[in-house]
Nanobody, 114 residues
Framework: QVQLVESGGGWVQPGGSLRLSCAAS????????MRWYRQAPGKDREFIAS???????KSADPVKCRFTISRDNYKNTVYLQMNSLKPEDTAVYYC????????WGQGIQVTVSS
């Protein structure tokens, strides 16, 4: 079955960086687009970034120029490099793939505070 496992979250001071990883299994990773979402307390889950099978990327306006999505098809892993982090980036971050239905990882907490 489809499995998505996020890692790399934690606490960081404003202006810092983190790199999230999402290890995928149970499907042919290289032929599916991958996405990152996040959900802050009291808010709806929001789209952050996506990457196509050909490596084309798209990012949401709040994170454009600060976050970069990438993928390694040999490792079946998608990454989210997050730079210049702000307190408003604090959220649970989720990896996502659409295969007949939405599949989600368990989520990983990112906390940005001083």
């Amino acid at each position: 079955q489809v499995q998505l496992v996020e890692s790399g979250g934690g606490w960081v001071q404003p202006g810092g960086s983190l790199r999230l990883s999402c290890a995928a299994s149970g499907f042919s990773f290289s032929i599916y687009a991958m996405r990152w979402y996040r959900q802050a307390p009291g808010k709806d889950r929001e789209f952050i970034a996506s990457i196509t099978i050909g490596g084309l990327t798209k990012s949401a306006d709040p994170v454009k120029c600060r976050f970069t999505i990438s993928r390694d098809n040999y490792k079946n892993t998608v990454y989210l490099q997050m730079n210049s982090l702000k307190p408003e980036d604090t959220a649970v971050y989720y990896c996502n793939v659409r295969i007949s239905m939405e599949h989600w990882g368990q989520g990983i907490q990112v906390t940005v505070s001083s």
